[in-house]
């Protein structure tokens, strides 16, 4: 497959104004045949319109003029310098110095401590560790767990402040939406007593005892005889 720009296009020129063959113009173009048959039948890239390639310093004339005359040649694209800016840079894998390499435990122990929402592929990542390192400096299972204490990166020189407050933030918000999916914490009831508190019995007022009738003159002064 050849690293060409607006690879339909180009074959829809060559179907229009070459002679060359569907496997040809398929190896060139980075297509497969049936694709470059339904070009030429008109199923295929029907609204595009053709790109000259050799116009385009993709291809010379002298290498479609061998194509032409040999069915079994393949061509050889031009490198584009174009096409070569357009690609994405693989960003380079992350290289620690060996000096540095020690103080790796001690920047994954305070994450575990300080940052458990931090995930373990972000620590991976971020430090240039693998997830069973991280692991066992979790587990306390490290052959050198005896010596690891948790130091802050930045301070170990193994990454910027902007990277881990990056990365602090994105684990924060993730968290975030993870517990509001799960609904969040149960609220307890306004009107609900706290198991602890003390309930206050509801007052009734005791009733009043009954005295006996009303006492008259007679029974205070007696009767004269």
């Not at 496997?23 to 319109?49: S, T, Y």
């Not at 020189?157 to 939406?177: H, M, S």
């Not at 009733?207 to 205070?220: C, D, F, K, L, Q």
Request: charged content about 30%.
């Amino acid at each position: 497959m050849t690293d060409i720009l607006m690879p339909k296009a180009t074959a829809v020129w060559m179907v229009d104004n070459t002679s060359l063959t569907f496997e040809q113009i398929a190896d060139f173009c980075g297509l497969h045949p049936l694709e470059v048959r339904g070009i030429a039948d008109g199923d295929v890239a029907r609204d595009i319109r053709g790109v000259d390639p050799i116009t385009g310093g993709q291809l010379t004339r002298e290498e479609l003029d061998k194509a032409q005359a040999d069915e079994n040649y393949r061509m050889k694209a031009i490198v584009s310098r174009h096409a070569e800016l357009l690609k994405q840079a693989k960003p380079a894998p992350r290289y620690t110095p060996v000096s540095r390499r020690q103080d790796r435990p001690d920047a994954i122990a305070w994450f575990v401590r300080n940052h458990p929402e931090v995930t373990d592929a972000q620590i991976s990542k971020l430090l240039g560790t693998t997830k069973a390192t991280i692991e066992t400096v979790r587990n306390r299972t490290h052959w050198n767990s005896a010596n690891i204490k948790p130091v802050d990166p930045v301070t170990l020189g193994l990454i910027g402040q902007l990277q881990l407050d990056e990365v602090v933030k994105k684990a924060a918000e993730k968290k975030a939406k993870d517990d509001a999916k799960r609904g969040g914490p149960t609220l307890q009831a306004a009107d609900a007593p706290a198991e602890d508190a003390v309930v206050e019995e509801e007052f009734v007022p005791e009733e009043r005892e009954r005295r006996g009738a009303e006492p008259t003159a007679e029974s205070v002064f007696g009767t004269r005889d």
